[in-house]
């Protein structure tokens, strides 16, 4: 069983930068690929970004590559998301999510534990 809690989130302007965390409970959590996912309202949930276990190599979407980065600190059962240079459209809640494999895909559907998720509102 892993248990996930983002946090992290906000009101940040257009252009500015948050920095989300996920924190993991659970003996396995360094062993599992973990991702970031994003749902605005009316929308379908989207991949953000994702990272291996094994050796931390990581994957983005297309909208994010080059001003999100991903990462994990395995001994302290963590996740974060640093996110720059934020667009109005990125308006979201931003899930955390983990999968019993090592290494991650981009659809939901092939994770299975979630966090709560964490509001992320960018406007002026």
């Known amino acids: 069983q892993v248990q996930l809690v983002e946090s992290g989130g906000g009101l940040v302007q257009p252009g500015g930068s948050l920095r989300l965390s996920c924190s993991g409970s659970?003996?396995?959590?360094?062993?599992?690929?973990m991702a970031w996912f994003r749902q605005a309202p009316g929308k379908e949930r989207e991949f953000v970004a994702a990272?291996?276990?094994?050796?931390?190599?990581?994957y983005y979407g297309d909208s994010v590559k080059g001003r999100f980065t991903i990462s994990r600190d395995n001994a302290k059962n963590t996740m974060y998301l640093q996110m720059n240079n934020l667009k109005s459209e990125e308006t979201a809640v931003y899930y955390c999510a983990s999968r019993t494999r090592a290494w991650p895909t981009q659809n939901a559907n092939d994770f299975y534990y979630w966090g709560q998720g964490t509001q992320v509102t960018v406007s002026s």
């Open positions: 659970g003996r396995y959590f360094s062993s599992y690929a």
């Open positions: 990272i291996r276990s094994i050796d931390g190599t990581t």
